[in-house]
Nanobody, 124 residues
Framework: VQVVESGGGLVQPGGSLILSCAVSGFTMDYGAIGWFRQAPGKECEGVSAILTRDGIRYYADSVKGRFAISRDSAKHIVYLQMNNLIPEDTGLYYC??????????????????WGQGTQVTAAS
């Protein structure tokens, strides 16, 4: 299984970014793909997840209405569209895989595979 994130960067508050997660070796027929983030001095937080079988989406309260998760099953890619970014969104964003159907909100320790992470910084 390989999980590769891309799309992070530096953006001014109010700006937008799209993160991509390319997955190989993982069936998109069941389980879930999610995004977690780690900010300095803070616990790793579940940001969003999508169930691969039926497309049900989950979001952290802090990003509802601003972030959107989507998938391209044919290309095995999951996207995280992030709009109206605020400084509190700054962190290392990880794409994660779960072979089971996760509960939400979900503890980071329950997910099976992790990418290397991509840095997102919202600052003036």
């Amino acid at each position: 299984v390989q999980v590769v994130e891309s799309g992070g960067g530096l953006v001014q508050p109010g700006g937008s970014l799209i993160l991509s997660c390319a997955v190989s070796g993982f069936t998109m027929d069941y389980g879930a793909i999610g995004w977690f983030r780690q900010a300095p001095g803070k616990e790793c937080e579940g940001v969003s997840a999508i169930l691969t079988r039926d497309g049900i989406r989950y979001y952290a309260d802090s990003v509802k209405g601003r972030f959107a998760i989507s998938r391209d099953s044919a290309k095995h890619i999951v996207y995280l569209q992030m709009n109206n970014l605020i400084p509190e969104d700054t962190g290392l964003y990880y794409c994660t895989l779960d072979y089971d159907t996760p509960k939400w909100p979900s503890g980071w320790w329950t997910w099976d595979w992790w990418g290397q992470g991509t840095q997102v910084t919202a600052a003036s």
